[in-house]
């Protein structure tokens, strides 16, 4: 069970950018996903939260600008940034707490996964 986050890259101050996160392997559903990001020199903080039901959490510096969905359906969460700042370049990753069966033990486990960071960086 993985996760792959996609969507980084370059963009003016002002502008938007929407970054994915795909789980992959053998998933029974996914609970709480969330996106934190990293900017140099700075502790990883968290940026959004969604629980399976749909519900969502911002910290205050992203509110009103990102917003955070997903498609179970898919098992992919989405981050849609707008009016993005230079203070918004960090490395952005993805993390889930997945449900997967152990074919052992055939129990359900709940698998704690983060995704390769994938960097935005805003321009002045």
């Known amino acids: 069970v993985q996760l792959q986050a996609s969507g980084g890259g370059l963009v003016q101050a002002g502008g938007f950018m929407r970054l994915s996160c795909a789980a992959s392997g053998n998933i029974l559903s996914i609970n709480d996903m969330g996106w934190y990001r990293q900017a140099p020199g700075k502790q990883r903080e968290l940026v959004a939260l969604?629980?399976?039901?749909?519900?969502?959490t911002y910290s205050d510096s992203v509110k009103g600008r990102f917003t955070i969905s997903r498609d179970n359906a898919k098992n992919t969460m989405y981050l849609q940034m707008t009016n993005l700042k230079p203070d918004d370049t960090a490395v952005y990753s993805c993390n889930a707490d997945i449900n997967v069966i152990n074919v052992r033990t055939s129990r359900i486990e709940v698998h704690e996964r983060w995704g390769q960071g994938t960097l935005v960086t805003v321009s002045s």
């Open positions: 969604i629980t399976r039901a749909g519900r969502t």
